[in-house]
Each structure stands twice: as structure tokens, then as C-alpha cells.
């Protein structure tokens, strides 16, 4: 989507066509009402389509007709079977390759395929192997690894002025000709010192590897956190300090409730299952401790809030702001939930039989249900959970407020309104570390937060 969008805009004379099987995504992209939200990416939209940009469900004839096909299908993890829990699921990269062997027509030359899905190191073989096992007379292939290294909620930005552009492909003259054409597309706006090529199995471990090392410093910022809590001291000025080493560097030092969305813990899985494969127990214990560690941040901070409310909140009124994973992120139900820290929270809260009261600025109801509801009790969703389109009818009567998601609106709200509505003692718990706590405690808020100890403070405010 955005990727096939800005190559339409910065590429003019190059006919972009989006391609789907499903119609209702297609009326999507050629709607107002875009099937993912991304910032600038509708005015992108607006200005290329219709003329150099398509959405279409006629994917026999866009694949006839293109020199370069991307692939661009999701890969999740396994949920069954060899590898289940861990393993990329290919089906669908495997699938769309039969769909281009079967398509393309006897003839037409040169075809470049792009995987641009994230996927295992050496899936452009398989994907090589399917193409030309089936191949037609006067078709030949050459494929191309190039990942994408898109943060959500600032894909349009990370798209326009990239860090680099990975492109993998054959170390032969005609894998060279298609890494050539490929780099040719980025050239019309990425200066050439960013666009990086490769072997294909290189640019297929670096994405993985990329994705590893991020959630890695999060996950050691976040454990960091933790020892700051039980000593006094303060995770934002021992980032700050780590930070300022030139080798470090300051990005990723937030601490938090944890990381979420589709990419980090499914690719550090997936890195997993390939280490265990390759007979590298140790490799894949390692980067497991990434994730375990990101599950025991979100356990340990439901923990607090638990504990925080007299070690109970069985029909205590509890109001989550934010339940996507991060800000400024959507897909079709607008606000991706995938992974988001807030399930996880809410999930044990739920077990512990609070009464839920959710507010997020982009989420459904209907995606919150998706995600809480208990196939096997559904009744539990009924009765503790419910949604709201105004953060101060969901903060009403409430006995603590906890901050999920880091949307810009929350640094904004009246909370001396909140507070006055609330239920005495008020519970504040800022899983983002977004707001400014002695403001909050002075209003009269019990504030907690990741990685230092409030407490002091709230005592000497004369919160309790």
C-alpha cells in the first residue's frame, strides 16, 4: 500500500497498479476512506490516483502487463504444525507465486519479482524455485529481496527520506540487471548512497536482524526499568546518561509497558525458529529472552495496578486510554491493535474482575470485542467491558486510569475534570510515560509509572 503509493508519486512516469483479491479492500483505496490510516498517506493517495496509481481486483491482468511484481502478502506466524508458535506461515507468498507462474503468458521475457514481505532467510529461493519450475517458453525470473524498514505511524515520512534501501538479489549478470532496474525506481528521490544492494540472503537476515535488535533495546530499557523501581532511582535519566554515548545512541531508551504491533515479536520468533533449525540453541534462548522479558513488563505492570488498588479490583470500575498499540497506527478497523501491551493488560485485569471502561481515538468497538472476548465465556466481555467515544464519560466513576497508548489527545485532556469525576482514592498508571506526573499528583492523583518511585511524592501531596 504506502510503499506502491509513494513510488506512484515520485515516479510519474511509472504506472503503479495496487492489486487485491478482495473487492472490499480495493473500494477501500478508492474511497475517502482509506483501509489503512498513516499520516499524509490519503494525500498521497489523492494525488496519484487516477492517473499514474490504480486499485484493482484484476490481478491476471496487472501481473501480464508489469515488469516488476511485488509481493506484498502477510506472513504470519504458524499456528499449527512444524514450527507452530514461531515459524513464518508462506502460504501466501507461496500462493501468490503459483498465481504469477500460472498468469504470466508464454513470451513476454523478463519478469522481476520483489519479495517484499517479511520473510525467512532464503524464502526468495523457494519463491525462484516454484517460478521456474514452472515455467513458460520464452519467460524467464529474477528475484529480488527488498525489505521494507516502515514504522507505523510514520511510514509516509520513513518512505520519503529513508535511513537506507536494501535490495537483494543473484550475484550472476542477470541478477545484477534486475537489481539495476529496481535501484533505478528509488533513485528518482533516494540518493544513492542509501540504497544498499546484496546478496539475497543478507537483505533477508537484515530485516529480521533489524526488527531483533529494536525490540532488544526496548526489552533492556524496560528491564533497566524494573531494577529503577525497586532501588529508587530513575529509568529516564539512566536512559538519558546511556544516550548520550555516541556508540548507544538515544533511540529506543523509552521505557514502557511494553512493545507491540505485527512486526517485533512475530520476526524475533521467527529468528527463533530459524536459530533452533540451524542447530543454534543458544542464538534462539537469546533472542527468546527479548520476547519473554516483553511479556513479563506487561504481566509486571498489571501487577502494579493490581496491587496499587489494595490488591483488588473485582468490580472496580478501571478506565484504559488507548488500546492500539501505538499512535497515529490503523488498518481497516482504523487503530492497530496487534500485539498492543493494551490486550494484554486488559486481559488480566478482566481475570481479576474489573469492569472495563475503554477509550482510543481510532479503535472499534467491534475490533476491542475481537480482542477480549473469550469464545468460550462471552458473557465475561458483556458484563466488564465497555466502550466509549468520549474519554470523560470513560474516565466517569472510575478508580484508576491507565495509560496505553501514547496518542498525542492525552497530553491535552482536562485530567482536573477527570479527577473531580472519579472515585477517591484516584488511580493514575502512566504505561507510556507521556504526562507530567507532579501536576497530576498535586490535582490529588495516586500516580504510577514505569521505572521510578512516585511514591514519595504522592505521600508528601497527601496521596495514599
Not at 477509550?359 to 458483556?382: G, T
Request: glycine share 6%.
Amino acid at each position: 500500500g504506502p510503499t506502491c503509493c509513494i513510488i506512484a508519486q515520485q515516479c510519474p512516469d511509472i504506472q503503479v497498479t495496487v492489486v487485491d483479491k478482495s473487492a472490499e479492500r480495493i473500494q477501500a483505496w478508492n474511497s475517502q476512506d482509506l483501509p489503512i490510516y498513516e499520516p499524509g498517506l490519503a494525500e498521497v493517495v489523492e494525488e496519484c490516483r487516477g492517473k499514474n496509481l490504480t486499485f484493482s481486483t484484476d490481478i491476471d491482468g496487472a501481473i501480464k502487463s508489469a515488469d516488476l511484481i511485488f509481493i506484498c502478502v502477510n506472513t504470519p506466524t504458524k499456528t499449527f504444525g512444524m514450527g507452530r508458535g514461531k515459524a513464518a506461515d508462506l502460504k501466501y507468498v507461496e500462493l501468490a507465486a503459483r498465481m504469477i507462474a500460472d498468469t504470466v503468458e508464454p513470451g513476454t521475457g523478463l519478469k522481476i519479482v520483489v519479495e517484499k514481505s517479511t520473510v525467512p532467510v532464503r524464502a526468495a529461493e523457494s519463491i525462484g524455485n516454484i517460478l521456474k519450475h514452472n515455467k513458460k517458453p520464452g519467460v524467464s525470473y529474477q528475484i529480488l529481496s527488498n525489505p521494507e524498514f516502515l514504522a507505523e505511524g510514520s511510514a509516509v515520512k520513513d518512505l520519503l527520506s529513508p535511513d537506507r534501501v536494501l535490495i537483494g538479489g543473484e550475484e550472476t549478470p542477470e541478477g545484477q540487471i534486475a537489481v539495476d532496474a529496481l535501484a533505478g525506481v528509488y533513485s528518482k528521490w533516494v540518493p544513492e548512497d542509501k540504497i544498499i544492494t546484496m546478496n539475497t540472503w543478507s537483505s533477508e537476515l537484515s530485516k529480521l536482524a533489524a526488527n531483533a535488535f529494536l525490540a532488544q533495546r526496548i526489552s533492556s530499557i524496560n528491564s533497566i526499568s524494573a531494577v529503577c523501581e525497586a532501588t529508587g532511582a530513575d529509568v529516564s535519566e539512566v536512559a538519558k546518561a546511556i544516550g548520550r554515548d555516541t556508540r548507544i545512541g538515544p533511540k529506543f531508551l523509552q521505557a514502557s509497558v511494553g512493545f507491540g504491533g505485527s512486526c517485533f515479536q512475530k520476526d524475533i520468533l521467527n529468528l527463533v525458529y530459524i536459530s533452533e533449525c540451524l542447530n543454534l540453541p543458544e542464538v534462539a534462548e537469546y533472542w527468546n529472552q527479548v520476547v519473554s522479558f516483553n511479556t513479563f513488563q506487561r504481566s509486571r505492570f498489571a501487577r502494579k495496578v493490581v496491587e496499587s488498588l489494595f490488591n483488588t479490583v473485582t468490580d472496580k470500575k478501571i478506565c484504559i486510554l488507548g488500546f492500539a498499540f501505538k499512535k497515529n497506527t490503523g488498518r481497516v478497523a482504523k487503530g492497530d491493535t496487534r500485539e498492543s501491551a493494551a490486550i494484554y493488560v486488559s486481559k488480566h485485569l478482566l481475570e481479576e474482575g474489573a469492569h472495563l471502561s475503554i477509550y482510543d481515538p481510532k479503535v472499534s468497538a467491534v475490533q476491542v470485542k475481537l480482542d477480549l472476548e473469550d469464545p468460550e465465556r462471552p458473557e465475561m466481555f458483556k458484563k466488564l467491558v465497555q466502550c466509549h467515544k468520549d474519554p470523560y464519560v470513560a474516565a466517569d466513576k472510575a478508580h484508576a486510569l491507565i495509560v496505553c497508548t501514547d496518542w498525542d489527545e492525552f497530553l491535552d485532556l482536562d485530567y482536573k475534570r477527570i479527577y473531580e469525576g472519579m472515585a477517591k482514592p484516584a488511580f493514575l498508571f502512566d504505561g507510556r510515560k507521556m504526562l507530567d506526573h507532579s501536576k497530576l499528583i498535586k490535582m490529588g492523583f495516586h500516580v504510577e509509572t514505569i521505572g521510578t518511585r512516585l511514591s514519595k511524592r504522592n505521600l508528601e501531596n497527601g496521596v495514599h
